[in-house]
Each structure stands twice: as structure tokens, then as C-alpha cells.
């Protein structure tokens, strides 16, 4: 709707002129918000308009968030990727916009649970880190990965993937998934059982290996760096 201009024109001894502009109300949102894991996310709805326009997002848990602001907060993002949808309304009509909040960003973080033994764990990341290479070869965004930790469990390595610009965790995913064909993963027969994003962890440098030999159930924590791979203890 266009802009509606009133003109009122004052005659008393001299000629004077108000104008008084209404416009309806207008919306800008971003279509695209990532977000890491259970982390928390800020959606900024910037509303244009007059009169002022109102705000109202949906969905939004009345009981637990602030719905009529222009920033909504939302704690602990769980859902791949969720659409929010503000609207601004005043006399003149309602304008809204949706985004999508999406987890992701530069830094995907992965679990990914393998059947093989323990002592085959270096060799195993390090022939995963080739393998992923491939897979993402047609992105051009992808950079590396570097482990965070492994456990003896089964095999069950913690990894964050690095990628030049932000991409979706579902999407990165399913990447992976549609490599692994029949218990492979490009030239690695591994059975990859389970792929699931986790939350953000904190990394920190590995400590200096000690001489006690480590058992199967121990917790590693494995940094790698420029194909070094350093292992401690934990």
C-alpha cells in the first residue's frame, strides 16, 4: 500500500501548511539465521511505519518469551531448522516476513559412531579425514576437520567439520549419509552406525603424552592439526 499524504491548509493572517504522512507497515527480516546446537539465537524483526506499528511473532510460547518485541529469544535450539514468522500491524494493513532458523554455521560439530576396535582408532581418523575430503570435494567450502575426542566404546569420534562459509548441520549430515554405501565410505569399509550433531565444545590444547599405557575404556582427547595427530590421557 502506498504512502497516504494529508495536506490541511490554515488560513489566519497567513497561509501555513501541515503534512502528516501515515505508511502502513513494513518488514525486514533475515531469510537465513544459523545457530550452533543448543545454542541460543536472537531473531531481530525491524518494523517501519505509521503509526507504529505492533509486533507479534509466531510461534512463540507466551507463557515463556516475549512475543509483542522486536527481538525474539530463543533458548537451546534443538529442531534442524524451525521457520519464525513476525508480523507488524497498524490501522493500515499487516506486513509479515518469516525466517528460517537453521543449526549450522562455519563450524558443524558431529558425532559419528563406527564399529571397529579401539587400537585401529589413529588410522581409522586419519583415513575418515581423507574420505570426508572427497565428499565435500564439490562444495569448495569445505576446509577440514578436527577431532575433539574419541571413545573406546564402540568408536564413537566427536569432530567438528570446518567450512569456509555457514552450511547446515542437517545438510552435512545427510552428505555423509548418502556417501556411505553399503558399510562404506568411499574406499573405508567401515559400518557407520549413527550421525547426530551435537553442541559446541570448547577445545583445548592436548596435554603431553604420559608413559602409563592407556585401556580400551579411557576417554582420548585427540587434537589434529596439519594431518599431527597429539594424544593425551584424560
Known amino acids: 500500500m502506498a504512502a497516504i ?9 497567513q497561509f501555513s501548511q501541515v503534512d502528516n504522512m501515515i505508511v502502513p507497515p513494513m518488514v525486514k527480516l533475515p531469510s537465513k539465521v544459523f545457530v550452533g546446537h543448543e545454542q541460543s539465537a536472537s531473531l531481530n524483526c525491524e518494523v517501519e511505519g505509521n503509526p507504529t506499528p505492533t509486533i507479534s511473532w509466531s510461534p512463540c510460547d507466551v507463557e515463556n518469551l516475549l512475543c509483542d518485541k522486536q527481538i525474539l529469544n530463543i533458548c537451546k535450539v534443538q529442531s534442524a531448522r524451525a521457520n519464525y514468522s513476525c508480523a507488524a500491524r497498524n490501522y493500515l494493513g499487516i506486513a509479515t516476513a518469516t525466517t528460517v ?9 558431529l558425532r559419528l559412531s ?9 588410522s581409522l581418523w586419519k583415513k575418515l579425514q581423507e574420505e570426508l575430503v ?6 569448495q567450502r569445505y576446509l577440514r576437520a578436527q577431532l575433539i575426542e574419541v571413545r573406546c566404546e564402540s568408536l564413537i569420534f566427536d569432530a567438528v567439520l570446518m567450512f569456509s562459509t555457514e552450511v547446515a548441520e542437517d545438510e552435512t549430515i545427510s552428505t555423509i549419509q548418502t556417501a556411505i554405501v553399503d558399510g562404506k565410505l568411499g574406499d573405508l569399509s567401515v559400518n557407520v552406525s549413527s550421525i547426530i550433531g551435537i ?20 576417554l582420548f582427547q585427540i587434537l589434529v592439526e596439519r594431518g599431527s595427530i597429539n594424544l593425551s590421557v584424560c
Not at 532458523?101 to 560439530?109: H, P, S, T
Not at 553442541?199 to 579411557?218: G, W
Open 5 to 13: 499524504k494529508f495536506k490541511v491548509v490554515v488560513l489566519e493572517n
Open 101 to 109: 532458523l537453521v543449526i549450522g554455521g562455519k563450524d558443524v560439530y
Open 114 to 122: 563406527v564399529s571397529a576396535e579401539c587400537d585401529c582408532k589413529d
Open 134 to 139: 572427497k565428499i565435500f570435494a564439490k562444495t
Open 199 to 218: 553442541p559446541p565444545v570448547e577445545q583445548t590444547s592436548t596435554a603431553a603424552p604420559t608413559s602409563s599405557t592407556p585401556k580400551s575404556d579411557r
